[in-house]
């Protein structure tokens, strides 16, 4: 059906059904709906998905780093032991290190990637509602390469493959 041809549902000024065509998916016109709240709560609504996306994508980056921080810095302590270590498990715990290096730069990718949609929607939004662009501005800074923090840690699962393949090639010509 046709949403422009239904009737709005609000009152003219000599209490006469509205005449004029209903907004896409709801029951009143222009003149008659509450669109400053509905609005309100889409901005708001838009923020929280961007902020919560900013907090999961620290929780995840922590997580690898812990993680792979603690796994390479127990194969390192056990090699320096006195009896050292078993040269194919150096290579297997390598292996898996490698791996989640590989998981951890993905899941970071994938999150920087959420966070730019939700960030063209905050753009959009300043650009529709904000004469003044406020949050415009600034956003499309952080669009910029090497502006953002979530950038340029992008680059420290790198310092972990190196790490790790040192340790596999270390260990292969033994
Ligand atoms: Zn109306």
């Known amino acids: 059906m046709d949403s422009s041809k239904l009737a709005c549902k609000g009152l003219s000024?000599?209490?006469?059904?509205?005449?004029h065509p209903v907004v896409a998916n709801s029951d009143y016109c222009w003149k008659h709906g509450n669109w400053f709240a509905l609005d309100l709560e889409i901005i708001r609504m838009v923020d929280q998905h961007f902020r919560d996306e900013a907090s999961l994508f620290w929780q995840r980056s922590n997580f690898f780093l812990l993680a792979e921080a603690l796994l390479f810095s127990t194969v390192v302590s056990t090699i320096q032991g006195e009896s050292g270590l078993d040269r194919s498990l150096v290579i297997i715990v390598s292996a898996f290190g490698l791996v989640l290096t590989a998981f951890?730069?993905?899941?970071?990718?994938?999150?920087?990637?959420?966070?730019?949609?939700?960030?063209?929607?905050?753009?959009?939004?300043?650009?529709?509602?904000?004469?003044y662009q406020r949050d415009a501005k600034v956003e499309r800074i952080?669009?910029?390469?090497?502006?953002?923090?979530?950038?340029?840690?992008q680059y420290l699962p790198l310092l972990f493959v190196l790490g790790w393949m040192g340790l596999v090639?270390?260990?292969?010509?033994?």
């Open 13 to 19: 000024e000599n209490d006469t059904q509205c005449s």
């Open 104 to 131: 951890w730069y993905m899941a970071g990718s994938t999150g920087r990637k959420w966070l730019g949609h939700w960030r063209d929607q905050r753009i959009e939004l300043s650009e529709t509602f904000d004469r």
């Open 142 to 153: 952080a669009k910029e390469p090497w502006t953002t923090a979530t950038q340029i840690t």
């Open 169 to 174: 090639i270390q260990y292969l010509i033994r």
